[in-house]
């Protein structure tokens, strides 16, 4: 399962085929994975929540999209990318018009039901990983990471498009053509997808694969990162429309979609910049950057910089430019520290570990909150700490290699 030499037109047009189809695939399964967090003032109204139930109903498919990914990241090495990711993007449709069935019933209890399964439009991170890992040469593998990972950007397309589809279509007919989306790209894929041509389906069962990557250090180390990064970006990106009603009083969806729009598509822009410069700069440097700088940002946003003025947008755009560098960089790392025959399982639960990153952060915001001070101050402090723990480790709690790619000039 090594990576093609690239030697040819054919297989250059190869690469960029395959790497924009599963970066479109992407695209539109997060947009669905994400559709409960645009839409979270209409459920709250519709149905009386609390903020803890609606902390929860936002966070429930990123659950289930954390942990569907080690599944998917031992059956990807067997099947390939070309059969995951129509079937994974096939799967998810369904859960979408049910999503609207259930909010139009005013069911609680199935709305989180069906956003369990909703989660599976999470899990196609864990299928393009090692899809796109094979047709690129170790040299490239970060940029060619990012690039794929820039496919976070459907959680920015259903911030911005979603509360406007419902305004200009309506709230059924809005999840309809999402779900018709999901098809089309799931035949866009099965008919011009192929797998990269040193791709050999692996025969070893999925249990030992799992067990082997659980073995490697590299697995729990870049776990770590990854949900310092990237899970600090699927909790802000989810629960911004929250945050931003709460403490800013914007209470129009389309106001606080729009906003979280920027937000995710700085981070997304970021993203292949952090894995451009970790090819040249090293994963180590570019992620320490990343929690660093987050942690600093996190203080400026304790204090509750000025909407008005601008402030808080630098503040916001900033922290979501350094997940998306540091989502870059910790995936940058796993491609060329992970061994060849466990990357997908590495990928799995690396991937796992991010979106749960993702998953707690809503519901400790939705705990803590100070209704009368409009103030998240507990939940913020708590992720001070935590990406400055991420920092402190990325430079001093992983052992250096002799070989690391940071130390290239």
């Known amino acids: 399962m090594t990576a093609p030499s690239v030697s040819t037109g054919a297989a250059v047009g190869g690469q960029t085929r395959n790497l924009a ?5 992407f695209v539109i ?4 994975w994400n559709l409960v967090g645009p839409l979270s003032k209409y459920y709250t109204e519709a149905m009386d929540l609390s903020a803890g139930q609606k ?12 942990l569907g990914r080690i599944a998917v990241g031992v059956l990807t090495p067997k099947y390939g990318g070309r059969v995951m990711f129509p079937a994974l993007l096939l799967l998810t449709a369904p859960f979408v018009v049910l999503l609207a069935v259930a909010s139009n019933l ?10 369990f399964f909703l989660g599976i439009g999470g899990t196609t991170f864990a299928a393009g990983i090692p899809f796109v890992n094979n047709w690129f040469e170790p040299s490239r593998r970060g940029l060619a990471t990012g690039i794929f990972g820039a496919g976070m950007g459907g959680t920015a397309l259903s911030a911005f498009f979603t509360p406007r589809f419902v305004t200009w279509f309506g709230y059924t007919t809005t999840h309809i053509v999402i779900a018709v989306a999901l098809v089309v790209m799931a035949g866009v894929c099965w008919t011009w997808m192929r797998d990269a041509p040193s791709f050999v389906p692996s025969t070893e069962p999925g249990l030992p694969k799992l067990v082997g990557a659980l073995k490697l250090p590299i697995t729990w180390q870049m776990s770590f990162l990854y949900a310092a990064a990237f899970g600090g970006f699927v909790a802000f990106s989810t629960y911004l429309p929250t945050y931003l009603n709460d403490v800013y009083d914007i209470t129009d969806p389309a106001a606080a979609g729009t906003r979280t729009a920027a937000f995710a598509i700085a ?11 970790s090819d040249k700069f090293g994963a180590r440097t570019i992620t320490a950057i990343s929690c660093g700088g987050a942690a600093l940002l996190a203080v400026w946003m304790i204090s509750k910089p000025a909407l008005g003025s601008g402030l808080a947008a630098v503040d916001f755009i900033g922290m979501a430019i350094m997940m998306g560098l540091g ?20 990928t799995g639960l690396v991937g796992a ?10 519901l400790v915001l939705g705990a803590t909150y100070d209704a009368t001070a409009h103030s998240y101050t ?30 290239k000039s």
Request: glycine share 12%; hydrophobic share 60%.
């Open 55 to 66: 902390s929860v109903l936002v966070a429930v498919p990123i659950l289930v999209g954390s």
């Open 21 to 25: 189809l599963a970066t479109a695939a």
């Open 378 to 407: 507990i939940g913020l402090v708590l992720l001070v700490v935590f990406a400055a723990v991420a920092c402190l480790f990325t430079l001093f709690g992983i052992p250096r290699k002799h070989d690391e790619s940071e130390e």
């Open 106 to 115: 005013g069911s609680y209890p199935m709305m989180i039901v069906i956003g």
């Open 353 to 362: 570990a991010g979106g749960l990153g993702g998953f707690f952060p809503p």
């Open 327 to 346: 989502s870059g960089s910790v995936f940058a790392w796993v491609a060329t520290a992970s061994p060849v025959a466990r990357v997908g399982a590495v």
């Open 29 to 32: 399964s997060f947009w669905a």
């Open 267 to 277: 981070a997304v822009i970021a993203r292949p910049v952090g894995g451009a410069l």
